[in-house]
């Protein structure tokens, strides 16, 4: 989301007449977008602020802003706190970029604009740039309020926006190059559930699913309360929807996800599981998962191993919990020690590097579609690409693929990706 709310950004600075530069010294505008959703991120953000503050000392009109999450949660606070700032901009007010730039040109600066309007804009601004895979927001916010995440404080609660707005946005897109969509929203799959007369999450994909020239549509991030069978049977019969399904779990134990007021059960997600593969058993599923919540024993974190044991994930991406001001998790004892956190992670992660990569290994000699994005990071002979199954694929071919759906036979899998022939 916070990629895809930089790109927003860089449209609407490209409108204003700056360009993008690789050099961060020769900057007239020095942009931080941030996350807040872990204590590290967060850090990293102030630290590149600091840096930025002191370029400024050798370009005293450069214009400094903070962005996304961190500017909403803090808000004024941070132009108190650092000196060189000259705006904060929450999420939900990206589309005042331009003005609050075009002040801060004339000296106006100090400006603070956060908080939510109401509903979801309905025309953000899209890249410039052809993308060969492009980002979409469906819907903003989240209603959830787990009890460890910040997201519903700093995104707002769920608006969600036209279909008939989004349907443009992906015509302008393909028209521009785009083969490849991701629909976007904190809680993608209850998109338009308060909105009456609306589509639905499912009725939505297969509405694009009929847009000329479009080749895939994935969507991220699921919630498992509200993945419907509908939304599950629409990986049946909707062509372009891609078999790969991010399902969060965050935890294996019911009472750590009752804590956590997840509002599943871990015998919930293992059947939302199965009635996935048994719609399309191809599906690559990766998921969210946390170590050290509060309270965490180790028969909880041994419910989460055996669970992924049982749903043996495509991949997975891990985290030790890391408490966030102002969620109601924060305020509770008995937090893991560091050394416990640190040992449970490697534990889990040590497991999944071995589930991946036996998986990897189970495609060897079979042919999988790839939409060819570019030339190897390792091999100027050799591109790469990305299955349905959201695999990576390298393979020896010229860079005249680009932006082609080839074949690949799979000739090796390995732990981060997979190795082929093109036949096809
Ligand atoms: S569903 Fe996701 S975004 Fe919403 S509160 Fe829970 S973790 Fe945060």
Same mark, same amino acid.
């Given at each position: 989301?916070?990629?895809?709310?930089s790109?927003?950004?860089?449209?609407? #600075?490209?409108?204003?007449? %700056?360009r993008?530069?690789? +050099?961060?010294?020769?900057a007239?505008v020095?942009?931080?977008?941030?996350?807040t959703?872990r204590?590290?991120?967060e850090?990293?953000? %102030? &630290?590149m602020?600091g840096?930025?503050?002191?370029?400024k000392e050798d370009?005293p009109?450069a214009? *400094?802003?903070i962005t996304?999450?961190?500017a909403q949660?803090?808000?004024?606070?941070l132009?108190?706190?650092i000196?060189?700032l000259?705006?904060?901009?929450?999420?939900g007010?990206? +589309?005042?970029?331009?003005? !609050?730039?075009?002040?801060?040109?004339?000296?106006?600066?100090?400006?603070?604009?956060?908080?939510?309007?109401?509903?979801?804009?309905?025309?953000?601004?899209?890249? +410039?740039?052809a993308?060969l895979?492009?980002?979409v927001?469906?819907?903003?916010g989240?209603?959830n309020?787990c009890s460890?995440?910040?997201?519903p404080t700093?995104?707002? =609660?769920?608006?969600s926006r036209?279909s008939?707005? *989004? #349907?443009?946005?992906?015509?302008?897109l !393909?028209?521009?190059?785009?083969k490849? *969509?991701?629909?976007?929203?904190q809680?993608v799959?209850? %998109?338009?559930?308060?909105t009456?007369?609306?589509?639905?999450f499912?009725?939505?994909?297969?509405?694009?699913?009929?847009?000329?020239g #479009?080749? =895939?549509?994935r969507?991220?991030?699921?919630?498992?309360?509200?993945?419907?069978?509908?939304?599950?049977?629409?990986?049946?019969?909707?062509e372009?929807?891609c078999?790969?399904? +991010?399902?969060?779990f965050?935890a294996g134990?019911?009472?750590v996800?009752?804590?956590?007021?997840?509002?599943h059960?871990?015998?919930?997600?293992?059947a939302? !599981?199965?009635?996935?593969?048994?719609?399309?058993?191809?599906?690559?599923?990766?998921?969210?998962?946390?170590?050290?919540?509060?309270?965490?024993?180790?028969?909880d974190?041994?419910?989460?191993?055996?669970?992924?044991?049982?749903?043996?994930?495509?991949?997975l991406?891990s985290? /030790?919990y890391?408490?966030?001001p102002g969620t109601?998790?924060?305020?509770?004892?008995?937090?893991c020690?560091?050394e416990v956190k640190?040992?449970?992670?490697?534990?889990?992660?040590?497991?999944?590097?071995?589930?991946?990569? /036996?998986k990897n290994?189970?495609l060897?000699?079979?042919?999988?579609?790839?939409?060819?994005?570019g030339?190897?990071?390792?091999?100027?002979?050799?591109?790469?690409?990305?299955?349905?199954?959201?695999?990576?694929?390298?393979?020896?071919?010229? &860079?005249?693929l680009?932006?082609?759906?080839?074949?690949? /036979? *799979?000739?090796?899998?390995?732990?981060?990706s997979?190795?082929?022939?093109?036949?096809?």
């Open positions: 989301m916070n990629e895809h709310d790109e927003r950004m860089l449209a609407l #600075l490209e409108g204003c007449g %700056y993008e530069t690789k +050099h961060v010294e020769e007239d020095m942009l931080v977008n941030t996350c959703v204590e590290k991120p850090q990293k953000a %102030y &630290s602020v840096r930025f503050q002191q370029l370009n009109h214009i *400094i802003g996304g999450c961190v949660q803090e808000g004024e606070r132009l108190g706190r000196p060189a000259d705006f904060v901009l929450g999420p007010k990206i +589309h005042k970029l331009p003005e !609050i730039l075009r002040d801060a040109e004339k000296g106006k600066r100090g400006t603070c604009s956060v908080g939510f309007e109401n509903g979801c804009p309905t025309n953000l601004p899209t890249p +410039h740039t993308q895979r492009a980002y927001t469906i819907m903003q989240c209603d309020f460890y995440c910040i997201v700093v995104r707002g =609660r769920e608006r036209p008939a707005a *989004i #349907l443009a946005e992906i015509e302008t !393909i028209r521009q190059g785009t490849e *969509i991701t629909l976007l929203g809680n799959n209850s %998109y338009a559930k308060h009456p007369g609306e589509l639905t499912p009725q939505l994909l297969a509405k694009i699913d009929e847009i000329p #479009l080749e =895939r549509i969507f991220t991030t699921s919630h498992p309360k509200d993945l419907t069978e509908e939304t599950i049977e629409a990986f049946g019969y909707v372009h929807l078999e790969h399904l +991010h399902l969060p965050q134990s019911n009472a996800l009752e804590r956590m007021n997840r509002g059960t871990r015998e919930e997600y293992l939302q !599981i199965k009635k996935v593969r048994e719609v399309s058993p191809q599906m690559g599923i990766t998921a969210d998962v946390m170590v050290g919540f509060p309270a965490e024993e180790e028969e974190f041994d419910q989460t191993l055996e669970l992924i044991r049982r749903v043996e994930f495509d991949g991406f985290f /030790k890391s408490p966030r109601r998790a924060a305020r509770w004892k008995g937090e020690t560091p640190q040992r449970r992670l490697e534990i889990l992660q040590g497991l999944q590097r071995g589930i991946t990569l /036996k290994k189970e060897e000699g079979s042919v999988k579609e790839i939409l060819v994005e030339r190897s990071r390792n091999s100027p002979h050799t591109m790469r690409g990305r299955t349905r199954c959201n695999r990576i694929v390298n393979f020896p071919g010229g &860079s005249d680009v932006g082609a759906l080839v074949f690949v /036979k *799979i000739a090796k899998g390995l732990q981060n997979l190795r082929g022939e093109r036949c096809g």
